[in-house]
């Protein structure tokens, strides 16, 4: 009897440690991969007017920083997979001033699409200037926000465009009719900057 209880009393440890360990493991990949999705501040209804008023340098600086310890690390990331399609990040390196990372959206391993995800480049336009490209991807809609702007240690800040794009079940990406904000003077100084995507 006392041999059954102990045996009972085994299996019951193992398949609670077992589950804990799982719910660990799916709690750690989550974890993960919402670090990798950008801060979903940017896909907020008012994110746009607060740029727009005196806080829109520090948010902006703030939220840069975040994305610079986020991303310092990263190479290549699955980020998700589902059936057929993959989304990926990727990230290039010029130097220590200019990285970028690129999401691309793959069917059966083959690349379809691809967009600029997140960019850093230092000295553009003016000596101190810097261009940066911020991104948020909502998994669930398979949607991306972003906004790129220059700015500069003296707290100027110049936005450039905010937009947001869609990533389609055949895994092209499209931007939305409906730019909320573009500067085509300031969009023609970054292909004047040689700042490509």
Do not use: A
């Amino acid at each position: 009897m006392s041999k059954t209880i102990y045996t009972f009393s085994f299996f019951l440890i193992f398949i609670t440690l077992s589950i804990c360990c799982k719910d660990n493991k799916t709690y750690i990949r989550e974890k993960n991969i919402d670090f990798f999705l950008g801060d979903k501040k940017i896909s907020e209804k008012k994110y746009f007017e607060l740029l727009t008023s005196s806080k829109g340098y520090s948010i902006l600086k703030n939220q840069n920083s975040i994305y610079e310890k986020n991303y310092s690390n990263i190479h290549n990331t699955e980020v998700s997979k589902e059936e057929s399609l993959s989304i990926i990040l990727n990230k290039s390196i010029s130097n220590e001033k200019n990285y970028k990372l690129v999401l691309y959206t793959l069917r059966n391993t083959k690349k379809i699409d691809s967009i600029q995800f997140y960019r850093k480049v230092n000295d553009v336009r003016y000596k101190s200037d810097r261009y940066t490209c911020l991104s948020y991807l909502d998994l669930k809609n398979k949607k991306i926000w972003q906004v790129s702007y220059f700015s500069s240690p003296n707290q100027s800040l110049d936005i450039i465009s905010y937009s947001t794009s869609k990533i389609n079940q055949d895994g092209t990406i499209t931007k939305f009719d409906s730019i909320t904000y573009l500067d085509e003077s300031l969009e023609t100084e970054l292909s004047n900057n040689k700042v490509y995507y």
